[in-house]
């Protein structure tokens, strides 16, 4: 069965939901401040936008944000120990459209949604895809577009298309382990070849550990994982394939919370005058949006 066929049946995109909805590694034992930014220059914000930020929010002077790292390149640590990365390099920029500081809190992965249902955080943020699952319980503010993609060891050949009897690693929890690679196995099977022998990572650093090391022919994670992991391999790994299964990613908001248009149209601001980009390319990321929307997941 193709890739193609694959990302069209309908138990495969019932299943991506429910994973994309849960997967994650939790990096922390409770909630605790990480990071809290100096308050923006008073020639960054925008004074009309930052006047429609909540009141609760706005007598507060910052956005607070619940992530949890690492998952690079989204969030992750310097080697000072301050939390930095793609997302927090974009909600830093948008902090400083609405005039606010940005303060960052640590937490472990599965209580990032509910901590902004409860109203904990403001926002939710760790590379988190938009979903119709996700949008049941919040609002999803997107900013930047992943998917799927696969790695080898440089100079080899791995087909993501065609990977029967080949070992492939992937970490725990995430769409790739739980959904992806599981179909394309079975889908050997039921054409009589040799399903796909998954390598099972405990973390994304693992997952590419058993790659260079030899125990795996190739690694499945998000395309952004697959970017840095591939940057900083010093030539040792390289890209297989092109991404699929592209989707939105979002910034989680509290449901009806008058923040996802305010933060929808700071995020416009910042791709408008180049800076997302500018970002992304510090990141060696491609991934760019023309427009930010609220729930703008298909799936």
Not at 81 to 107: A, I, K, M, N, P
Not at 135 to 157: C, H, I, L, N, P
Not at 256 to 261: A, K, N, T
């Amino acid at each position: 069965m193709s890739s193609e066929r694959l990302r069209r049946s309908p138990a495969l995109l019932i299943g991506l939901v429910v994973a994309l909805l849960v997967a994650g590694c939790s990096s922390d034992d409770g909630d605790r401040r990480a990071d809290e930014s100096q308050p923006p220059t008073s020639s960054a914000a925008d004074a009309g936008l930052a006047a429609r930020v909540p009141d609760s929010i706005r007598g507060s002077g910052k956005l607070t944000v619940g992530t949890s790292a690492p998952y690079e390149p989204m969030v992750g640590r310097d080697a000072s120990g301050t939390l930095t990365g793609f997302d927090v390099d974009v909600l830093r920029r948008v902090s400083e459209v609405l005039g606010l500081r940005l303060d960052l809190r640590q937490t472990r992965f599965e209580q990032i949604l509910p901590g902004v249902i409860d109203g904990t955080y403001d926002v939710g943020s760790r590379g988190f895809f938009d979903t119709l699952a996700r949008q049941k319980s919040v609002d999803m503010v997107t900013y930047f577009r992943g998917g799927t993609r696969w790695a080898q060891r440089s100079g080899e050949t791995v087909d993501p298309n065609n990977a029967c009897g080949r070992t492939v690693a992937a970490a725990e929890g995430t769409v790739q382990r739980t959904v992806e690679l599981p179909a394309k196995s079975k889908a050997c099977e039921t054409v009589g070849d040799k399903p796909i022998k998954i390598v099972a990572a405990p973390t994304q650093e693992d997952a590419v550990r058993a790659v260079t090391r030899g125990s795996a022919e190739a690694l499945s994670a998000d395309s952004v994982v697959i970017a840095t992991a591939v940057g900083r391999a010093r030539g040792t790994l390289e890209t297989a394939g092109d991404v699929f299964d592209t989707q939105p990613y979002g910034f989680a908001i509290a449901k009806g919370s008058e923040l996802s248009e305010v933060l929808r149209v700071a995020i416009q601001h910042v791709i408008d005058r180049g800076d997302l980009t500018s970002i992304a390319h510090k990141w060696n990321l491609d991934g760019m949006i023309k427009t930010s929307t609220v729930n703008g997941a298909i799936i």
